[in-house]
């Protein structure tokens, strides 16, 4: 695809429920990553990861937070027993490699909403 | 601990007006300073970037000035437009083998017509 695509756009879940939130990074990118964005908060980096290395799971906020990247494409985030503290909006970005002077690429990210 | 901080939160500029957006960094590991603009509904788009080699980047309207010193950096937007009305974030990278941007809390920006 031409850009990051994330889905669902928008997600309203029932506190305790799991939820599963997807990206699609640009073909051909190697590093993919997860940030989250609460409101009036800057964005907080959650996971990354860099072809079939191992991620960097610094970020995860507690053992509910989990993810994975098959086949070094698509990635899923997944959030168990959602809080309504977890509510908001889950951004996934991608880079040609992950080098440090790369520019990521955003999806438009997913509202998550935990009522 | 907020390794980015970033001011002020909310900026409104009049149409042709030079508009300033803060950070300070703490960790004198990082080595590249990108500005990312977003707005509502979108994923951030880097804007512009620079390295602590240089004091002063440009690129059209949108100038990051570099105090490494101060552990400062800021952007202006000079000649302001409607449509340069957005959310920026500042944020920090450092060397090595850590690869996750450390972002600043928003600088939401509205440019009246």
């Known amino acids: 695809g031409a850009g990051v695509s994330q889905s669902p756009s928008n997600k309203v879940t029932e506190k305790g429920k799991d939820v599963e939130l997807r990206c699609d990074p640009i073909s051909g990118h190697t590093a993919l990553y997860w940030y989250r964005q609460s409101l009036g908060q800057g964005l907080e980096f959650l996971i990354y990861f860099q072809g079939n290395s191992a991620p960097d799971k610094s970020g995860l906020p507690s053992d509910r937070f989990s993810a994975e990247r098959t086949g070094g494409s698509v990635s899923t985030l997944t959030i168990q027993r959602t809080q309504q503290e977890d509510s908001a909006v889950y951004l996934c970005?991608?880079?040609?490699?992950?080098?440090?002077?790369?520019?990521?690429?955003f999806g438009s990210g997913t509202q998550l909403s935990v009522l | 601990q907020q390794q980015v901080k970033q001011s002020p939160q909310s900026l409104i500029v009049q149409k042709g007006g030079i508009s300033i957006i803060n950070c300070a960094y703490e960790?004198?590991?990082?080595?590249?300073f990108p500005w990312y603009q977003q707005f509502p509904g979108k994923g951030p788009a880097l804007l512009i970037a620079?390295?602590?080699?240089?004091s002063e980047k440009k690129e059209g309207r949108f100038t990051i000035s570099f105090n490494k010193s101060a552990k400062q950096f800021s952007l202006h937007i000079m000649d302001s437009q409607p449509g340069d009305s957005a959310t920026y974030f500042c944020a920090a990278k450092p060397s090595g083998s850590a690869r996750q941007l450390t972002f600043g809390s928003g600088t939401q920006l509205t440019v009246l017509p």
């Open positions: 970005a991608s880079s040609k490699q992950g080098g440090t002077n790369e520019k990521l690429f």
């Open positions: 620079i390295r602590p080699d240089v």
């Open positions: 960790n004198t590991a990082f080595d590249y």
